[in-house]
């Protein structure tokens, strides 16, 4: 069983988003609502998979993955966002993140994500 931390600003995604991958036989470890909590989460919880939305105020993504990256240049991150330019997947190679998620996504292809990255597949391209 994979084993995952979610995080997002928005409450409510966060937890429809978790009991999803319970049903999906994904552990969700911990939860978290800001890039901040994403940083102390991995850091106390060490997951296989971080789940991390990019567009939060006060401590965002970007954050979130530069700071777990320092902490560990292994970890699986999977971005999570409704951002689609190219700025944002350009800082989001530059930063090394594991996958995008692209919102609105299919249950089944965030599990497929999930699966491949866990395996220690990178499905983005670093620049």
Same mark, same amino acid.
């Given at each position: *069983? +994979? ?35 994403? !940083? ?8 296989? !998979? ?34 689609? +330019? ?23 292809? !965030?599990?497929? +994500? ?7 597949? *990178?499905?983005?391209? +670093?620049?």
């Amino acid at each position: *069983m +994979t084993k995952v931390i979610v995080v997002d600003d928005d409450r409510d995604t966060v937890e429809v988003f978790c009991e999803y991958l319970g049903i999906k036989d994904i552990q969700v470890l911990g939860k978290g609502f800001s890039g901040k909590d994403a !940083v102390t989460l991995y850091k106390e919880l060490k997951p296989e !998979v971080v789940l991390l939305d990019v567009m939060m105020p006060d401590y965002d993504g970007f954050y979130g993955l530069r700071n777990i990256r320092e902490f560990d240049p292994q970890a699986k991150v999977i971005m999570v966002t409704a951002d689609l +330019t190219s700025d944002t997947e350009k800082k989001l190679q530059e930063l090394n993140a594991s996958a995008i998620l692209y919102k609105p996504y299919e249950i089944d292809s !965030v599990v497929s +994500t999930i699966d491949r990255v866990s395996k220690g597949e *990178m499905l983005l391209e +670093t620049i």
